[in-house]
């Protein structure tokens, strides 16, 4: 992607037939699968979904960033990126090619931003799957005057006390600006699968006031950029509602959620407001209140049909199966998790929404799980907690401790104390990493089941452990 509106023009974007022909008979979801597989298996971590693929094919990038270039020569041995269809990088990057017939914009050097840093404060990031076009999408914010104070609330790297979220009056919204709010939103969601969310909450509310403010005071020359603005508005409003969900701050969280279904419903986009309404399923669940967790689940369905994603249509069905396992419907939870499974056996298709990269097998079995806990089955939801613990990723640290969690609580209850003390230390060790909220309270619930169990091999040490753990804790 170019770095300035003025070098979108100059270079146009050219399909990568190469690419598309190297990816054959594959889907976009399935070939993005094979390209996160190929960056496992070379240490590399890259956020790769259907969309970036269909990006690459369309030309709109036109150099992927250091970590793509390695993974992709992993998995085509002796080629280059030309070879691959791309072009060189210092023809993309301009490093020493300016001409001096360039605008005096495209000319201004880079703020001193170090690139990756959603908010003030954020240790350095050596996450490799930050796309490096969003550095030129952020430089191009950044340098374009009038925006400075959208950029900095946005958390493109900003000082500290910066960014009030306000934007000038009749602001023009284009390509930087809409493409800053997408990255806010991956980039909170990459930090939240690594950390939780006790310690990005408050911070994510300026950006996520910043993309509310370009979309009051904004104007764009194209429908498909306001398009785009109101459904990455909505998906941060959501990404920030699930930083106050898991961090137990509900009332927040419902008032969120509420505010990306307003934003899908006014711009016309069933896909945000299908998200909307799974997340508020969930929330719903959390709070209690059932038969809402099922309603708003089924309306969420009725979203997703206009969306060719059977497995967004799988995780509806399962925030209603979860509705009807806290009403103690077994037959209904039944049902529910059947359909699950049928849409979820379709596989990942090129229109799976990309917030839902982080649903695969491990998340299905653990929600699996949480259904039949409630419904009081312990030991089937303790296999099922188990299969997601030994399935998930060990890099995503919060949900490992998240499933390893949940299987301690299943074998607590199930009658397996000195199983569920191993699983619980385990948990322990992770939490040094991860500030979860909705971790440490499942962690404190087992804790009190073992309590009268303190004889079992293990439970004394854990409950030693965990109190200890606990005195350490701030509160969030």
Do not use: K
Not at 38 to 52: K, L, P, T
Not at 138 to 149: I, P
């Amino acid at each position: 992607m170019a770095s300035s509106s003025q070098a979108s023009r100059a270079h146009p974007a050219h399909p990568n037939l190469v690419f598309r022909r190297l990816r054959g008979s594959r889907s976009p979801g399935e070939f993005a699968t094979a390209v996160r597989r190929a960056a496992r298996e070379i240490g590399e971590q890259v956020s790769c979904d259907a969309r970036y693929i269909g990006r690459v094919e369309a030309g709109e990038i036109r150099c992927p960033n250091y970590a793509y270039e390695r993974v992709f020569l992993h998995m085509f041995p002796g080629l280059t990126l030309t070879d691959l269809g791309f072009t060189a990088r210092e023809d993309v990057r301009g490093r020493g090619r300016r001409a001096a017939s360039d605008p005096p914009e495209a000319r201004r050097p880079a703020p001193p931003f170090p690139p990756g840093r959603l908010f003030d404060g954020d240790p350095p990031s050596n996450d490799s799957d930050i796309d490096e076009e969003s550095d030129v999408l952020r430089r191009a914010f950044m340098t374009s005057g009038s925006a400075t104070v959208a950029a900095a609330s946005l958390g493109l790297g900003f000082a500290s006390g910066s960014g009030s979220g306000s934007v000038p009056a009749q602001r023009r919204v284009g390509e930087a600006e809409v493409g800053a709010v997408e990255e806010a939103v991956r980039r909170i969601r990459l930090l939240h699968d690594r950390h939780g969310a006790d310690g990005l909450y408050r911070r994510a509310a300026q950006p996520l006031r910043a993309a509310y403010a370009l979309l009051d005071t904004g104007t764009w020359s194209r429908r498909s950029t306001a398009d785009r603005l109101h459904a990455g508005a909505g998906e941060l409003a959501i990404s920030v509602g699930w930083l106050a969900h898991d961090s137990g701050r509900f009332d927040d969280a419902r008032s969120h959620y509420a505010e990306a279904l307003a934003t899908a419903r006014v711009a016309g986009v069933p896909a945000l407001e299908a998200h909307a309404f799974c997340n508020t399923s969930f929330l719903a669940r959390d709070c209690g209140r059932y038969r809402e967790a099922v309603r708003t689940a089924q309306a969420g369905g009725r979203a997703a049909r206009q969306i060719a994603s059977p497995r967004l249509l799988s995780l509806l069905a399962l925030r209603e199966a979860g509705g009807w396992a806290g009403l103690g419907d077994r037959a209904g939870c039944e049902q529910s998790l059947a359909r699950a499974h049928r849409y979820f056996e379709q596989g990942p298709a090129p229109d799976d929404p990309e917030w839902m990269s982080f649903f695969a097998e491990p998340e299905l079995e653990a929600l699996q799980a949480q259904c039949w806990a409630a419904l009081g089955d312990f030991t089937r939801a303790a296999h099922h907690a188990r299969r997601a613990a030994a399935l998930q990723d060990h890099r995503f640290t919060r949900n490992l401790a998240l499933y390893r969690a949940e299987l301690a609580a299943d074998l607590a209850c199930a009658g397996a104390p000195d199983e569920a003390a191993a699983a619980g230390e385990q948990v322990l060790a992770l939490l040094g990493d991860v500030r979860s909220s909705r971790i440490r309270t499942m962690l404190a619930d087992t804790a009190r089941v073992l309590a009268r169990h303190r004889r079992a091999e293990g439970v004394a040490a854990f409950l030693d452990h965990h109190a200890s753990a606990t005195r350490r804790v701030s509160p969030a």
